[in-house]
């Protein structure tokens, strides 16, 4: 089972111990307690421990919980989409990733549920950790003495303070280890006992602790009235912090007591102060962004008469003047040229992590609008271009007529060579990429189509018209 999944949560953790005369351990206490106790949590979100619902199917990824009482955890509140999570039926467990949280009583896994994982009354557990950052001020100095801090470990019956699952009343030892333990005042290693009872309040109440110890070292003392801190954790090896408790409800914290001592060369103790620490649901915020595409089609930077929006060594034609977003009016064609061009400019923006892809076709080739007579698409220098594959076009054919299209780049990827053209496809069905992002991207792209039309001696007199049709599509 993984251990330490981590969620930023603000810890309000406060205390301002008093001075305390009581017994514990035999030992009467007349010493001053340290002052400004605390105990910081790197992590304070409440560990999850729910249960599997009924009507869970193998294969599906798709979990329903247990909304009884059997589990401290009794919802999909404080699951979140990334936990690690680790479902089954006694030692039997099954490792998933939450993808998505669908409501109060049902989640979405990563992949689909195993046959240890459907079993009704099963347990569903997401560990939450912390490394503790634990800062008192001692009042006091002994010589070869011991810094201890005690963390409530759990007192329900039928729980297992050390098994790695999330406790109800208390921190599981989890993972913690010597190694974890960073002493004050640069003190010796530290040891990382058993639970300890501590008999406290009035009336009475003993409670169960996990003890942490710090020595001074050998003929060293701490100082008087200098903060330190003992840090209890690092990396994997930290306490698991506890879940929410049966008895309690969501939203309100669950506060648990620690407690700091210190102990003489003779493990007698000097002085100690509590504390407490509160943990609690994290709380899930959601938004939707709706998905966006906009794709315009504008004159902007082509209606400059022998601008070289078309590529080096080319120029835009009289017409340039009148294209429009909608409209490339070419008016009288000079016959036996390439210089017949025309361009509009092409944007595109969206959302979709999966970027976008704009294709063109033509509805037909170019028709004179009153006898029909077509002016052909073009096949560029001696037949070398379609509307799969571009080619050079430097000159204008003696036999027929063409016409075709090349894009010049702004700031999008686009599938053409600078100077080379193509005929547009006719209909849907040949359709072509012309601008590509397989990507999010990261502001407005934008390129240039440029329109050429050639025409022979022996083309038909007459207003030619053709239709292009653009579509811009994103991936979602």
């Not at 007529?401 to 193509?422: A, D, L, Q, R, V």
Request: hydrophobic content about 35%.
């Amino acid at each position: 089972m993984k251990k330490g999944i981590f969620k930023t949560l603000a810890l309000f953790v406060l205390i301002l111990p008093a001075y305390l005369t009581f017994f514990a351990n035999k030992n009467q206490i007349n010493s001053i307690p340290p002052k400004n106790v605390r105990d910081v949590l790197s992590n304070s979100q409440l560990s999850y421990y729910g249960g599997v619902g009924n009507g869970n199917v193998a294969n599906d990824s798709i979990l329903k919980l247990d909304l009884g009482t059997s589990f401290p955890s009794r919802t999909s509140n404080n699951l979140f989409v990334g936990d690690t999570i680790a479902i089954g039926l006694g030692g039997s467990q099954s490792i998933y990733t939450v993808k998505d949280i669908g409501d109060t009583k049902t989640i979405m896994l990563n992949t689909g549920l195993s046959a240890v994982a459907i079993p009704y009354g099963g347990s569903v557990i997401s560990t939450r950790s912390a490394i503790h950052t634990v800062y008192f001020e001692p009042q006091v100095n002994a010589a070869n003495g011991f810094w201890q801090f005690l963390i409530k470990a759990t007192s329900t019956s039928g729980e297992n303070h050390s098994d790695k699952i999330p406790d109800q009343n208390g921190f599981d030892a989890g993972a913690l280890t010597v190694g974890a333990v960073t002493c004050p005042f640069g003190g010796g290693a530290a040891t990382v006992g058993t639970t300890m009872a501590v008999t406290s309040g009035s009336p009475s109440v003993t409670s169960y602790y996990h003890v942490v110890q710090c020595p001074a070292g050998a003929g060293n003392t701490n100082p008087v009235g200098v903060g330190g801190s003992m840090i209890v954790g690092v990396g994997n090896s930290m306490l698991i912090n506890p879940s929410r408790s049966k008895s309690s409800a969501e939203g309100n914290a669950d506060v648990l007591t620690f407690i700091v001592r210190h102990l003489d060369s003779g493990s007698l103790l000097l002085d100690q102060a509590f504390g407490k620490i509160a943990v609690v649901e994290s709380v899930r915020v959601t938004a939707t962004v709706d998905p966006t595409l906009t794709f315009t089609i504008d004159n902007t930077g082509t209606t400059t008469i022998g601008s070289t929006a078309c590529g080096a060594g080319t120029s835009l034609a009289s017409g340039a003047i009148s294209t429009t977003s909608d409209m490339v009016a070419f008016g009288s064609l000079t016959i036996g040229t390439t210089g017949n061009q025309l361009a509009q400019r092409l944007s595109c923006i969206t959302n979709a992590s999966g970027g976008y892809v704009v294709t063109a076709y033509e509805a037909g080739v170019m028709k004179n609008i009153n006898t029909a007579t077509t002016l052909p698409n073009t096949t560029c220098n001696g037949g070398g271009c379609t509307y799969t594959t571009a080619a050079a076009w430097t000159t204008a054919s003696t036999t027929k007529s063409e016409f075709g299209y090349t894009m010049t780049n702004i700031s999008s990827s686009i599938p053409f060579t600078p100077g080379h053209f193509k005929a547009f496809g006719i209909g849907p069905a040949q359709a072509q990429n012309i601008m590509v992002r397989p990507s999010l991207p990261s502001g407005t792209e934008s390129a240039y189509v440029c329109y050429r039309v050639t025409v022979h001696t022996g083309q038909e007199a007459g207003d030619y018209e053709g239709k292009i049709v653009y579509t811009a599509t994103a991936t979602f």
